[in-house]
């Protein structure tokens, strides 16, 4: 349990969750040739999650002064781990993780791709180390790499299998990953603000410059709010120009319903958000909007066939 809290693994397996629901309930359903097998794509997504848990190390390593304060029974290294062995780990899943990302670059005859998963790793430990301590800089790395996530399987999966004939089809496909990364970044993106709220006395103590250090609670919280209109506007208008405008009912009533309610219910809420326990449950709604938000990708697919 001790090492499951270190790579915090919940996290971990809505990442794998997530990539193998636009593979397999989306790509998989359409007439088209991937570039990867099962098993290669079985390795794409193992790669980014141990990239990703090794991020998650890292940054507990460095982290565990913040944590004494604001997560206190999170704390494992120093307790159950010690910090030397936490570094034996991160070093291993960074090894393995990249080593995957270079056998997979091969693959796919594209052995450049391979500097995708060096970086991913040298900014989630820079984040750690650094640009956390920037102000809305580590947030927007956080969700810059959540929405790499979903890139990369268009970069490995698609990009590799298209050609002159299906250019079209796979150019629409790729769009509609990256409308997806779009609204993944920006959930996740509030939400590291939300989090910034909640662990504002933990980060002060570590001489962090998170917003809500530097502004003050309240004034954060507002501009989160203002975050949150952005993706309400645009999910509206993305859900009646794809979804209203081609008579997709079941995913039209799901958007509003899982997507559209939650986000509105949010910027409702953060008015009156005081306490940590209240950013912490607002936290919690960011983070199942988002869950919500890629489960709806399945909707589509199911909506299209049953019009059909």
Do not use: C
């Amino acid at each position: 349990m001790k090492y499951l809290k270190l790579i915090r693994y919940q996290n971990l397996l809505m990442l794998a969750f997530m990539q193998l629901l636009f593979r397999y309930s989306f790509l998989k359903q359409q007439d088209i040739q991937l570039a990867l097998t099962d098993w290669q794509y079985g390795l794409l997504v193992l790669s980014t999650v141990l990239l990703a848990a090794a991020g998650y190390v890292i940054n507990n390593i460095f982290d565990v002064a913040s944590d004494t304060i604001n997560k206190p029974n999170d704390v494992v290294i120093g307790k159950g781990i010690s910090e030397t062995r936490a570094y034996n780990i991160y070093f291993g899943l960074n090894i393995t993780g990249v080593a995957i990302g270079f056998y997979l670059s091969n693959v796919i005859m594209r052995p450049g791709f391979a500097t995708i998963f060096i970086l991913i790793a040298s900014l989630l430990y820079f984040y750690s180390t650094t640009l956390k301590q920037i102000m809305l800089l580590g947030n927007f790395v956080v969700a810059l790499l959540l929405a790499l996530s979903v890139i990369i399987i268009g970069i490995f999966d698609i990009f590799p299998a298209t050609d002159v004939d299906n250019q079209a089809q796979m150019a629409s496909l790729f769009s509609i990953l990256i409308d997806y990364a779009l609204f993944a970044f920006m959930i996740n993106f509030i939400r590291e603000i939300v989090k910034d709220i909640e662990d504002v006395n933990g980060d002060y103590n570590q001489g962090l410059n998170t917003l809500p250090i530097s502004i003050g609670i309240s004034r954060t919280a507002k501009i989160a709010l203002g975050f949150a209109i952005i993706p309400f506007i645009l999910s509206l208008l993305y859900i009646n120009k794809y979804f209203v405008e081609n008579d997709l009912l079941i995913v039209t009533l799901y958007a509003f319903a899982f997507v559209l309610a939650p986000l509105l219910y949010f910027i409702v809420k953060i008015f009156s958000a005081k306490s940590q326990k209240d950013f912490h449950h607002l936290s919690t709604v960011l983070k199942l909007i988002l869950l919500f938000g890629i489960l709806s990708i399945l909707v589509i697919t199911l909506n299209i066939k049953f019009n059909a």
